[in-house]
């Protein structure tokens, strides 16, 4: 194991040690079921009191990462607790830094400053807790699901907006999901069909990428812009007709690669396909990680005043509405 300890850092020696022990066990760093080295041997290599040690192993046993077992000693458990990866946390960490290093904070003053916060101390959330997902399209469904999952510990229960009437009126079906999330387009339609439910409901948005947005803002002055979607892209003839019809007043058309196949063959040469695969917006992925954490596991659904604010979309360079996709007119420079 390669545990350091840094006796200038102002996160004390128990907290620091605690972390790095998790995190080598998650790592696989030391093989579940195997035992640790004892209290006495880690307090003599690092050169720490034994009490501290002690302190260690009583914080990692109560939080299921290691076990007692009776004349043998301390082993690590043989399914310790699941958190997000350690890849995600380190990214989620490092992107910290940089930003905190870019406001000319050094990594000790972004301690001091989490440590000087910690008076809330939010118990973390423990485990998958399940969310529902309302979208109208399974496209949308599967884009939302895999961009929450990948940065929340949630499960995501997939339902089509059209389905969700009758699965609403099922005894008790409401009760297992913590909050419902849904595009924004798509808030007061599913507020209305979960209203007493007990099931806060937070808008999400998806964000073009900022190459997308340079290449746009290089086209001259006057340039038409569409924007499909999935979900214009579909099967149901008149969603192909209002697609043929915006083809045919644009220059340009972004749209996402499950929809390329489809917008190249109705543009032809004289449109130009620019692909736009979105991401989620991370205001949203905060609102819900700032609701689970309010809710503390404990089966409360009264939403936090910062999720029950919905998100409004940002200016994006004069979009509007037009029979189900967008249309735009790229503004001089």
């Known amino acids: 194991m390669n545990l350091r300890i840094d006796g200038h850092s102002p996160i004390p020696i128990r907290r620091q040690l605690t972390e790095q022990l998790r995190h080598v066990i998650e790592g696989g760093g030391v093989p579940r079921d195997q035992a640790l080295p004892s209290i006495r041997e880690l307090a003599g290599f690092l050169g720490v009191n034994p009490n501290t040690i002690a302190r260690v192993i009583d914080d990692l046993k109560r939080s299921g990462y290691v076990e007692a077992r009776r004349g043998k000693g301390v082993f690590v458990a043989p399914a310790p607790p699941a958190r997000p990866s350690p890849h995600l946390r380190e990214g989620f960490l490092q992107d910290t830094v940089i930003r905190a290093a870019a406001l000319g904070m050094t990594a000790d003053d972004v301690s001091v400053g989490v440590l000087s916060l910690a008076g809330i101390r939010p118990t973390a959330v423990r485990g998958a807790v399940e969310v529902l997902l309302v979208e109208c399209s399974p496209p949308e469904l ?66 073009a990428h900022l190459e997308t947005l340079h290449r746009l803002a290089q086209f001259p002055s006057g340039t038409r812009v569409g924007v499909a979607s999935t979900t214009v892209v579909g099967v149901c003839p008149a969603e192909g007709a209002a697609l043929g019809r915006l083809v045919r007043r644009v220059d340009v058309i972004v749209c996402s690669t499950a929809a390329a196949e489809r917008v190249r063959a109705l543009a032809g040469s004289t449109v130009q396909v620019m692909i736009d695969d979105r991401a989620l917006d991370q205001r949203a992925i905060e609102m819900l990680a700032a609701l689970l954490v309010q809710q503390n596991g404990d089966g409360t659904t009264a939403a936090p005043p910062l999720v029950q604010r919905r998100l409004r979309p940002r200016p994006s360079m004069g979009l509007k509405s037009r029979g189900g996709a967008t249309r735009a007119t790229v503004p001089g420079t």
């Not at 229960?157 to 909050?179: F, M, S, Y």
């Not at 007061?188 to 999400?204: D, F, H, R, T, Y």
Request: net charge positive; hydrophobic share 50%.
């Open 142 to 207: 599967d884009f939302f699901a895999r961009q929450l999952e990948a940065h929340l510990p949630v499960r995501v229960d997939k339902v089509l907006l059209a389905e969700l009437p009758a699965i609403t009126r099922r005894p008790k079906q409401a009760g297992r999901w913590r909050a419902a999330v849904t595009s924004f387009c798509h808030l007061p339609q599913v507020e209305q069909l979960l209203k007493g439910k007990g099931v806060p409901v937070i808008a999400l948005l998806a964000e």
